[in-house]
């Protein structure tokens, strides 16, 4: 079955620190550029960081860039999004994606509040 299922996601205090996870089956995963997406309130979905299928190039939006990271693990077919810094803006639902499949998890939601 070809799926992408997000864990790690919760409340979390400004300033804190989250790691989320996207377990990933069902396809080649090393071949597959990954991303997060998020989607805050009121607002429409919008990428996060991207990361290539070797895991050498990574792009982030201005809004995070410096406090969050991209990586995978090929071996282990996951892609992860380290969030460090965290600000109240940051609340939101987030994806896991392969976008040139269109293939997305369904998403886990990070709050952020004190």
């Known amino acids: 079955q070809v799926q992408l299922v997000e864990s790690g996601g919760g409340l979390v205090q400004p300033g804190g620190s989250l790691r989320l996870s996207c377990a990933a089956s069902?396809?080649?995963?090393?071949?597959?550029?990954m991303a997060w997406f998020r989607q805050r309130p009121g607002k429409e979905r919008e990428p996060v960081a991207r990361?290539?299928?070797?895991?050498?190039?990574?792009n982030y939006a201005d809004s995070v860039k410096g406090r969050f990271t991209i990586s995978r693990d090929n071996a282990k077919n996951m892609v992860y999004l380290q969030m460090n810094s965290i600000e109240p803006e940051d609340t939101a639902v987030y994806y896991c994606?392969?976008?040139?499949?269109?293939?997305w998890g369904h998403g886990i939601q990070v709050t952020v509040s004190s």
């Open positions: 069902g396809f080649i995963f090393e071949n597959q550029g």
């Open positions: 990361i290539t299928d070797n895991g050498i190039y990574t």
């Open positions: 994606g392969a976008p040139s499949r269109d293939l």
